[in-house]
């Protein structure tokens, strides 16, 4: 009971879930440094990332105007839509729960509202 407790506050992201975060990032399009910040990697880290994801075509480097964008191709689409699939089975049903309750939010006008 204890390790669950401790696995519950302190969270560690797993490989799969950092591919997924960087998939995500370069959707459109990103430079190695706003994706090393926004999936709070380090350098050596995402070197090491973008090594392997590059290897396996996850993911695509595009030069323009001397920057190299990294882009996800289309296996790694097919990539993050798998990976969400799988965090969806693996939830408890406590947090579905929670997700069914939560709040639905709508834009009106400039803001957004909870919509009943």
Do not use: W
């Not at 390790?3 to 591919?19: F, G, M, Q």
């Not at 706003?34 to 392997?52: D, V, W």
């Amino acid at each position: 009971m204890k390790e669950v407790l401790e696995s519950n506050t302190r969270k560690r992201r797993d490989r799969l879930h950092i591919v997924a975060d960087i998939l995500s990032i370069a959707r459109n399009g990103s430079l190695k440094t706003q994706i090393m910040y926004k999936a709070n990697l380090s350098f050596a880290q995402l070197n090491e990332y973008l090594s392997f994801l590059l290897e396996t075509k996850l993911i695509a480097s595009i030069t323009q105007n001397g920057k190299t964008f990294y882009k996800v191709t289309s296996k790694g689409m097919r990539y993050l839509r798998n990976y969400a699939k799988i965090r969806d089975l693996l939830k408890s049903e406590n947090e579905r729960r929670v997700e069914n309750n939560s709040p639905v939010y709508a834009m009106e006008g400039n803001c957004y509202k909870i919509q009943e």
